[in-house]
């Protein structure tokens, strides 16, 4: 099942991505890199154009990534919800009600395990695996927390989307133009090969 009807949630790096996703259905999109500054502008253009924001926490320029940081972002600046790899963010994030993203980097066993037992305590909505190209890895995770899993980094292709999603993951995170258009429902080329 998909996330809020997607199967792709853009990522954007710069105003500009946000501006080009303007003409597109997506109504949920991820915010990567950022700076403080940006956010409340970036924010106001998205709600304008009917989209809700997943802010990237850690990735944010001159905002300490810790649950005071958390507590701002969810009070002050109020995204649909916050991606971080650390569990301070995420518990703030879910005390203020907001959508929970937990990033796990699954590099070798060692980092597995070690990101079991950190979505142990954390408890988040979401879990985005990376690398998002690893399908058994994606429904090993799915199944062992049982949380939705978001699938990210090295997705390149359609055959990417669509091996991460029928191995569980509920959306992919990507930042290819080309994939958003292909999965876009409103793009008139929707069908064409990536």
Not at 115 to 142: F, H, N, T
Not at 166 to 189: M, P, Y
Request: charged share 25%; glycine share 6%; aromatic share 6%.
């Amino acid at each position: 099942m998909a996330f809020k009807g997607q199967l792709i949630l853009p990522a954007i790096r710069k105003p500009k991505d946000l501006e080009k996703l303007m003409g597109f259905s997506y109504e949920y999109i991820v915010l990567l890199d950022s700076h403080i500054s940006q956010l409340k502008p970036i924010l106001d253009l998205a709600r304008s154009g009917g989209k809700q924001l997943l802010i990237h926490a850690d990735l944010i320029e001159g905002l300490k990534n810790d649950e005071h940081a958390a507590e701002f972002l969810c009070q002050i600046i109020r995204p649909a919800g916050i991606l971080s790899t650390r569990a301070s963010v995420i518990a703030k994030t879910r005390q203020n009600g907001l959508l929970a993203i937990q990033r796990v980097f699954l590099l070798d066993s060692g980092a597995l395990n070690k990101s079991y037992a950190l979505l142990e305590r954390s408890q988040p909505d979401y879990i985005e695996v990376l690398p998002g190209v690893i399908p058994d890895m994606i429904a090993e995770v799915k199944e062992r927390t049982g949380i939705p899993i978001f699938a990210g980094g090295l997705i390149r292709s359609v055959w990417d989307v669509e091996k991460a999603t029928a191995a569980g993951a509920a959306a992919v995170t990507t930042s290819r133009v080309e994939l958003w258009k292909h999965f876009d429902r409103k793009s008139e080329e929707a069908l064409e090969p990536v």
